[in-house]
């Protein structure tokens, strides 16, 4: 019989929302940075970090028997090592990969995606909630 947890309960979400935090930031410094010479632009591939990190959590359940030992969680939410400079799709003078449209896009979409993943966990907590008050 397996245990109703939260990670049980909440699924992929809450790793795609750190994944997703983590992925705006590499997005908006593309965007900051699409004047600068020389920058290069960078990005991760979601569906393969998401799966990582699900491996991960998986790999890693460790047994706590202390409050100051470190949790699975702990391991679970490192930084993104797959970051992978974005071809450009046309060349520019001054050696800048930034294409303007295309991270505004990619960050939108990311945005949007956050927002869905977010609802989908407000919904689940919600749920939860009512199950444990017995509305």
Known sequence: MTAINFTNALGVHEQALHLRTQRSAVLANNIANAETPGFKARDFDFVNALKKAQQSQQQSRLRVTHENHVTSATLSHGSISALSYRAPLQKSLDGNTVDAQLETAAFARNALEFG??????????????????GR
């Open 116 to 133: 869905a993943s977010f609802r989908f966990l407000n919904g689940k907590f919600s749920s939860l909630s009512k199950a444990i008050t």
